[in-house]
């Protein structure tokens, strides 16, 4: 994915395979991860968030071209894994449910 | 006007029947106990499964299970828009009618898998193969089984009791008022999880219904939005007991100063961490004095559902016994419609907050039933805080009666 994000977001290019469309894979990449690794992500990503969502603003929300839409699931990605850089410091929860027993009903369409 | 709250008042107070004893454990762990519940409780109340807005348009429908009476019900909208519930078993020989992957969804009507028998969206019998070979066969006597039903705000309720004692309304009584006219179809948008835990359901209801753990099991994932100086142990703001029913106040911090990343979300929306929220977007009768320690209303509704209500969305619970060491766990947010993806961003970031500090509590749950489980610990302790769940095993023990009767059978 060479352009996988809208022009002038070129410096987010390395966190593109965060950019996945569902909770339980964004939940599992987390997991599969070093804290180092969610920390690169959330100091590249935290100062362009603002300006990021302010951009996306500008689209009709349930028809985001495919490259905005990728910016949007990059942003849930960073939803994820945020408070594991703010609060926890660590990729996973110390009192730790096995995420994988954890489903999120709203991946599938069908639920909503 | 109150200048200060006082976080040390005593609830046993206003409810002093209930008693300050210690509340046995059994009800949690007895294979008896679990079988009364299933005759007494879960086969004759009212209980909620699911929203109008599930099955919004004619033929949408959804099967909910009852595993503890070994129940399955179809819930559906028919084209006469009425909802309606029905066994989900085929008046033939007794097969599931809609199983698999097929338990939600649209239908134009019902058919068996086993031999082709077909329903209308009513639970009228249609279509019989074969028809001719049956003796005397009335198709209008043979549609599905009807459910009771009814509706509260929205709020989908069933009861298996074919002739249920009272109607929906009488059975939520006061929680009918404290909870009515909260706009819940404002908040059509709906992040949900499921999870079996190894857990009674009891072990889950309790966890969630005092606000004593925050400290220790979400002191890094809420922080200090649910304790500060004043009332450092999270102590209930209020408590309101009901015959069957149960609501309480969670208090929050309104000084509570969230992270950078909080921050950003609550500029482009609203988020489950923000305190001090505007509270005048509440029915009249929630928080009526307009508090600003305001965090949620918690409320209890007998007996596997719990509904939470705050400025901006609704939360919900619910817990559906499978045995009496397993249960099916639903957590479900419902927020507004996003309007743009700032909002949307918003409504993610709020919600994995929240799955967070759900991941702790499910945690503490199992490790709670496995202490339980062998038997050794006869009594709960409970404190004063804890209220919520010396009351519930109450209103259980109501309905089941087999302390009342176990006692009876030794007294002469």
């Known amino acids: 994915m060479s352009d996988a994000f809208p022009e002038g977001y070129s410096d987010l290019q390395p966190l593109a395979d965060w950019a996945l469309p569902t909770e339980a894979e964004r939940s599992q990449r987390r997991r599969d991860s070093t804290l180092a690794e969610l920390q690169a992500f959330y100091q590249t990503m935290m100062p362009r968030l603002p300006q990021l969502l302010d951009y996306l603003n500008g689209f009709a929300l349930d028809d985001l071209p495919a490259r905005e839409r990728r910016l949007l699931h990059l942003s849930f990605a960073f939803a994820e894994i945020s408070p594991f850089v703010e609060q926890y410091h660590r990729v996973v929860l110390p009192l730790n449910f096995d995420e994988r027993r954890f489903t999120p009903m709203h991946d599938d369409p069908g639920n909503r | 006007m109150r200048t200060r709250e006082s976080y040390e008042k005593r609830f046993i107070d206003n409810y002093p029947d209930l008693g300050t004893g210690p509340v046995p454990t059994e009800p949690c762990i007895s294979s008896e106990y679990f079988r009364l519940e299933q005759e007494r409780v879960f086969a004759r109340t009212w209980l909620k499964v699911g929203r109008v807005e599930d099955i919004p348009a004619p033929g949408d429908y959804f099967v909910q299970d009852i595993a503890v009476c070994q129940a399955s019900v179809i819930v559906v909208r028919g084209k006469d828009q009425a909802i309606r519930a029905l066994h989900n078993v085929c008046r033939h020989r007794g097969n599931r009618l809609v199983w698999g992957h097929e338990t939600r969804g649209k239908a134009r009507a019902f058919q068996c898998r086993f031999h082709g028998w077909t ?12 028809e001719q070979m049956f003796y005397e066969l009335n198709k209008e006597e043979c549609g599905l089984p009807q459910v ?20 929906l ?89 969230p992270g950078p990343t909080a921050r950003v979300a609550g500029q482009y929306g609203r988020t489950s961490m923000e305190r001090g929220l505007d509270m005048n977007t509440l029915p009249a009768h929630i928080n009526p004095d307009r508090r600003p320690n305001f965090n949620f209303d918690l409320n209890a509704i007998f007996p596997n559902f719990m509904l939470h209500v705050r400025p901006g969305e609704y939360f919900t619970h619910q817990f559906w016994p499978l045995d009496r060491n397993r249960t099916l766990w ?35 749950m199992e490790a709670t039933f496995a202490g339980l489980a062998g038997g050794t610990l ?18 259980l023990e109501d309905h089941v009666g087999f302390q009342r009767e176990h006692r009876a059978g030794t007294c002469p």
């Open chain 2, 169 to 257: 309304l009488q059975y939520l009584g006061e929680m009918a008022d404290h909870l009515g006219g909260f706009p819940y179809a404002d908040f059509p948008t709906c992040f949900s999880y499921q999870a079996e835990l190894k857990a009674n359901w009891k072990v889950m209801l309790d966890a969630f219904s005092e606000a004593y753990h925050a400290l220790t099991i979400h002191g890094e994932t809420i922080g200090t939005g649910n304790f500060s100086k004043e009332n450092p142990m999270s102590h209930p703001v209020d408590v309101r007991l009901y015959p069957r029913h149960r609501s309480a106040v969670i208090y929050g911090n309104p000084a509570h100063v």
């Open chain 2, 148 to 167: 009771a039903i009814d509706i509260w705000e929205g709020f989908i309720f069933i009861n298996l009791d074919p002739e249920p004692g009272e109607t």
């Open chain 2, 119 to 130: 329903y209308a969206l009513n639970g009228r019998l249609l279509g019989v193969p074969d």
């Open chain 2, 378 to 395: 006869k009594h709960f302790l409970l404190s004063d805080p804890e209220i919520l769940i010396r009351h519930s095993y109450k209103v």
């Open chain 2, 330 to 364: 639903e957590g479900r947010n419902y927020l507004p419609a996003a309007k743009n993806a700032g909002q949307r961003f918003s409504q993610e970031y709020s919600h994995l907050m929240r799955r967070n500090a759900w991941l702790e509590d499910t945690t503490a």
